[in-house]
């Protein structure tokens, strides 16, 4: 299924990484829209299936974005809402670009 079957009638891309993001263990694209943070990758050699983590904006109670690393520097951003905590690690460039616009929705 192309990623499109999984956005909401109206709902609009903010942001798209370039790189895999890291988030419990496995590489994701992230996917931030208007209304939700998605998690999108396709898994499997022969038979791709799809693996999607999803977050509403609405339930976002914090971000922390931090970064480490001298010569490939390392971002983190931890996303705090009202039942989870989320841990999304990649490149700090990328994961500044998605803290960003994270910020408009706070």
């Not at 890291?22 to 396709?42: E, N, S």
């Not at 050699?45 to 690393?69: A, C, H, N, P, R």
């Not at 931890?78 to 994270?102: H, N, R, S, W």
């Amino acid at each position: 299924m192309p990623l499109e079957d999984f956005l909401m009638p109206a709902e609009q891309i903010k942001f798209q990484s370039d790189h895999g993001v890291h988030y419990a263990g496995k590489v994701y694209q992230v996917i931030l829209t208007d209304k939700r943070i998605l998690l999108y990758a396709k898994r499997g050699m022969m038979f791709k299936s799809d693996d999607i983590v999803t977050q509403k904006l609405d339930d976002l109670q914090g971000v922390k974005y931090q970064e480490e690393g001298v010569f490939e520097k390392k971002g983190t951003i931890k996303v705090q809402t009202m039942k989870t905590e989320m841990d999304l690690a990649g490149p700090a460039a990328e994961i500044k670009a998605l803290y960003q616009q994270m910020m408009q929705f706070m």
